[in-house]
């Protein structure tokens, strides 16, 4: 039995060690929002939401998350006795639209809370098997194909297992010709567009599959499942989506559409953990790989996507860098490292999240709260 007694929420400041450019906006500092879920026998478990300030990879904010969790996912909430983790989902599903960044920082925050208050890793929690997880790096818009080379280069040599290359009109073929050039044949390079392109560049896109990708990410908009389909019909590279997958049935049309072939699935776009298990089970069934994407968060979320990504079919490297790739320091002790191969130990020494969350740390960084309940 779960009962949460209260939500507090923060923002955090953190600037990134360098600015992050995709093809709808660039982040320099971050805007991130927490959220420390207490459970009425004194548990604690922290969630974090995958937005920033702006509407550009999805149509939330940090602002619509907080008024959200606010107005109505704490309400909903709060003082009602739940099963377990596992009814948050479904308990937030009526009567709230959409929202699903600030579903999944709740959400994901109960099952934390409940990994720490059962004692047993949040990756045994949520059925994960792996001992280590494949981490693949996101390398933003350079200003030139040369600045991506040697950004690529470092990557590769440093032992990442995939990467993955931002791309928009402008800045497509000369970058990943360049790349590919560069790593050789044998590199695992992939591509992601977030919806920068329409079906008008169709055969613009059919010219990248010269360069042997492993997939291009996200070419059309969040809402063109079926222009995805008569793109893909078009290319012999196959097409991931992430923007367009928002639960379970958005899975299941892609495939029953053709619309792409892999998903990247974020537990923090998808409404959290409960959506994130369906989508892989339907996946695993229906033979589509998956892989676990990231939104440049915390080591809070980082703790929540490297759990997850222990599940048996997340067999693509995921975007998983350690916490030296994005902060100074992070939020959380000890930070996130990855080893030579490219791969990051999961946590199963420990309870919970694996890592101790800096309260110190956290609260300098802090630019306001709001206690819910209590
Ligand atoms: O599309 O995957 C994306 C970051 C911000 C917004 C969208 C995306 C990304 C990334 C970052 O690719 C991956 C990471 O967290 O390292
Ligand atoms: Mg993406």
């Not at 107005?71 to 709060?78: D, H, T, V, Y």
């Not at 937030?92 to 999944?104: E, R, V, W």
């Not at 072939?261 to 033979?287: M, Q, W, Y």
């Not at 990504?309 to 995921?318: K, R």
Request: hydrophobic content about 45%; charged content about 25%.
């Amino acid at each position: 039995m779960l009962t949460i007694d209260r939500i507090r929420l923060r923002e955090i400041r953190l600037p990134l060690r360098e600015p992050f450019e995709i093809s709808s906006g660039t982040v320099s500092q971050r805007r991130i929002c927490l959220a420390e879920v207490t459970s009425s026998d004194g548990a604690v478990g922290w969630g974090e939401a995958v937005t920033d300030a702006l509407p550009n990879y999805s149509p939330e904010t940090i602002d619509t998350v907080w008024l959200a969790v606010r107005q109505w996912i704490a309400p909903r909430l709060l003082g009602r006795t739940l099963v377990g983790p596992q009814d948050v989902h479904d308990s937030l599903a009526s009567g709230i639209q959409g929202h699903l960044m600030a579903k999944a920082m709740i959400e994901m925050a109960c099952w934390a809370l409940t990994a720490e208050r059962e004692e047993i890793p949040l990756a045994k929690l949520l059925g994960g098997t792996r001992r280590s997880v494949a981490t693949g790096i996101s390398i933003g818009i350079q200003s030139d194909p040369a600045a991506l080379v040697d950004r690529a280069r470092q990557a590769g040599e440093s032992g990442y297992r995939k990467i993955k290359v931002k791309i928009r009109p402008g800045a497509d073929h000369a970058f990943i010709a360049a790349v590919r050039d560069a790593l050789g044949a044998e590199a695992h390079l992939m591509a992601d567009a977030n919806s920068a392109y329409t079906l008008d560049d169709a055969d613009h896109l059919a010219g990248l599959d010269t360069f042997d990708l492993m997939m291009i990410e996200q070419p059309l908009g969040q809402d063109d499942l079926v222009r995805h389909a008569a793109l893909q019909r078009r290319l012999a590279t196959p097409i991931c989506l992430d923007e367009s997958i928002t639960g379970l049935e958005r899975a299941q049309d892609m495939v029953a559409l053709g619309s792409g072939r892999i998903i990247n699935i974020k537990p923090g776009r998808v409404g959290g953990f409960t959506a994130s298990l369906r989508i892989h089970d339907f996946c695993e069934d229906a033979g589509v790989a998956v892989w676990c994407g990231g939104m440049l968060e915390t080591g809070i979320g980082r703790a929540h996507n490297v759990a997850l990504a222990s599940l048996p079919n997340f067999t693509t490297p995921g975007d998983l860098s350690p916490s030296a790739r994005y902060w100074e320091r992070d939020v959380v002790t000890p930070e996130w490292t990855m080893d030579g191969e490219g791969m990051v130990a999961v946590p199963w020494g420990e309870p919970g999240l694996g890592v101790a969350v800096d309260r110190a740390r956290i609260e300098e960084l802090t630019i306001r709260t709001e206690l819910l309940g209590g």
